[in-house]
């Protein structure tokens, strides 16, 4: 491993900790591992400042502006008014009105704005009709979410990746299912799961195929797979995993994005994995996940909307934490 990546993933673990611990500041803790970047060499000055005069950087910050601006003159209040009083005295018609408007919301503002706005109204609505308020907000948290695909503008992580796909010259991704319309699939997905003690055995088998209107095979779809996984808590913090795909082949008709008729061939990948939940301190309800994706580096093609084969051996680290 190169130094400037070693130097990289120190910066990260550190910039993560003052993420998680807040012992100082967010926007502090932002600038300190930029500063960090460039001082270590790993970016030059122009890389560092590239971020301020970004698009997506500049609709972000407008977005939680528009955001601002519309709590601040209660014009989301008097909105979130008016869906409590849409929302009648039936259940079924609070979710009917409060589902579409919180999506429509959600996709020119901020999901959390939105969310915010609505939470007292619907508690209160729930108190008032003696109902458990997670059959409303449950509804409610949903349509936020999915208001954020409707428009790029509406999530950071769909402006950034039509950022990199223009700055890189690429097509981007071709969808799963490209064939035409009124296409049909059949097929179906099975779970099963067995816990004994602190092990846990799971197996999940997922079988899809389709056609279109006119009776051929659709090109896209993903391999039939079973899926095998085995985790063991070994201590209350601590828990390990390891998960194998196996995947059919699968027939390609020959089509204008596969003029060969090349078929997908099987494969068969093996992760694992290790979960750490610190109980006490400072990073309780924390969770962090090391994983190790395809293991054995086995190339392979995972889909066929990627463009080339998988990557081969990964090492992952995430964080997420519970408020």
Excluded: C
Excluded at 4 to 10: G, K
Excluded at 98 to 108: C, D, I, K, L, R
């Amino acid at each position: 491993m190169a130094l400037d990546q070693i130097l990289f993933l120190l910066i990260l673990a550190g910039g993560l900790y003052l993420f998680v611990s807040e012992r100082v500041r967010i926007d502090v803790s932002a600038m300190l591992i930029l500063l960090a970047l460039v001082v270590t060499g790993v970016l030059d000055s122009d890389q560092a400042l590239s971020g301020f005069a970004s698009e997506p950087a500049i609709i972000v910050a407008a977005v939680f502006v528009i955001s601002g601006a519309l709590a601040a003159t209660g014009i989301t209040e008097h909105i979130g008014q008016w869906i409590g009083r849409a929302a009648g005295k039936s259940e079924a018609r609070a979710i009917a009105v409060t589902m579409p408007a919180v999506a429509a919301m959600a996709s020119f503002t901020h999901h959390v704005m939105v969310t915010a706005m609505m939470l007292p109204i619907l508690l209160r609505y729930a108190r008032e009709r003696k109902l458990a308020a997670s059959r409303l907000l449950m509804p409610m948290s949903l349509a936020a979410s999915l208001g954020t695909t409707l428009t790029l503008v509406s999530a950071p992580a769909f402006l950034l990746a039509d950022d990199m796909i223009e700055r890189t010259g690429s097509e981007g991704p071709t969808p799963a299912y490209e064939n035409i319309d009124r296409a049909y699939l059949r097929g179906g997905e099975l779970e099963a799961s067995y816990r004994s003690g602190p092990w846990n055995i799971g197996a999940a088998i997922s079988v899809v195929n389709g056609r279109n209107q006119d009776g051929e095979d659709l090109n896209t779809l993903p391999n039939n797979r079973l899926v095998l996984s085995a985790s063991w808590q070994a201590t209350s913090s601590w828990k390990f995993g390891m998960r194998s795909t196996l995947a059919a082949s699968r027939d390609k008709p020959v089509s204008a994005t596969n003029p060969a008729g090349e078929d997908r061939a099987g494969f068969g990948t093996h992760d694992i994995y290790a979960i750490w939940t610190p109980d006490q301190g400072a990073l309780q309800g924390v969770e962090v996940n090391f994983g190790i994706d395809n293991v054995t580096n086995k190339n392979y093609t995972p889909a066929t909307y990627l463009l080339g084969p998988a990557a081969g051996r990964n090492f992952k680290i995430s964080l997420s934490r519970t408020f």
